[in-house]
T-cell receptor, first 115, second 112 residues
Framework: GAVVSQHPSWVICKSGTSVKIECRSLDFQATTMFWYRQFPKQSLMLMAT?????????EQGVEKDKFLINHASLTLSTLTVTSAHPEDSSFYIC???????????FGPGTRLTVL | SQKIEQNSEALNIQEGKTATLTCNYT??????LQWYRQDPGRGPVFLLL?????KEKRKERLKVTFDTTLKQSLFHITASQPADSATYLCALDTSGTYKYIFGTGTRLKVLA
């Protein structure tokens, strides 16, 4: 149980385009979902916290107009990277949680490469 | 400033030995601390959670200690196996917000 999926697993796009990444909790309803990005050999950096039906809370320094998060249901959250640029290339990982203070269940990640 | 530090150097140990990984933090007062395992190109997998009022937690070959005075957590893997080779991340909640901040991770390699 407690499986989180992400789609796509990797994407290559041209600079200036927008990319949507989906995060789904497959066998449970997540009260909260988180979005992280990870650069090579670095740790996970929290980008935003998302609760179903409400606006996401962004971490300091994360542009909310660039990284659009929609949490439409208890099993689905999406991250849209708008007008992507090469510096947005990274590994994006979502996680989902049921209640507190339980563990987070992570998705497999999405590798974004912007040319 | 707030900081979470783990051994940045990779840790190599012989199979069968106990691996000990360190997580130190400053300017946080976490109520909970977690340890995760991450394999290359994959998302982290939860291992253990320990509360601030717990000194030690065990799960099979894993043991975590939490010293809020020293602001340190130790993560032990006993009877280590090559399959334990991975990066291990500590994560702590930011003062009871249930929003976890991750350390830099320590890469463990268990040699056969």
């Amino acid at each position: 149980g407690a499986v989180v999926s992400q789609h796509p697993s990797w994407v290559i796009c041209k600079s200036g385009t927008s990319v949507k990444i989906e995060c789904r909790s497959l066998d449970f309803q997540a009260t909260t979902m988180f979005w992280y990005r990870q650069f090579p050999k670095q740790s996970l950096m929290l980008m935003a916290t998302s609760n179903e039906g409400s606006k996401a809370t962004y971490e300091q320094g994360v542009e909310k107009d660039k990284f659009l998060i929609n949490h439409a249901s208890l099993t689905l959250s999406t991250l849209t990277v708008t007008s992507a640029h090469p510096e947005d290339s990274s590994f994006y990982i979502c996680s989902a949680r049921v209640g507190v203070p339980t563990e987070q269940f992570f998705g497999p990640g999405t590798r974004l490469t912007v040319l | 400033s707030q900081k979470i530090e783990q051994n940045s150097e990779a840790l190599n140990i012989q199979e069968g030995k106990t691996a000990t990984l360190t997580c130190n933090y400053t300017n946080y007062s976490p109520a909970y601390l977690q340890w995760y395992r991450q394999d290359p190109g994959r998302g982290p997998v939860f291992l253990l959670l320990i509360r601030e009022n717990e000194k030690e937690k065990r799960k099979e070959r894993l043991k975590v200690t939490f010293d809020t005075t020293l602001k340190q957590s130790l993560f032990h893997i006993t009877a280590s196996q090559p399959a334990d080779s991975a990066t291990y991340l500590c994560a702590l909640d930011t003062s009871g917000t249930y929003k976890y901040i991750f350390g830099t991770g320590t890469r463990l390699k268990v040699l056969a």
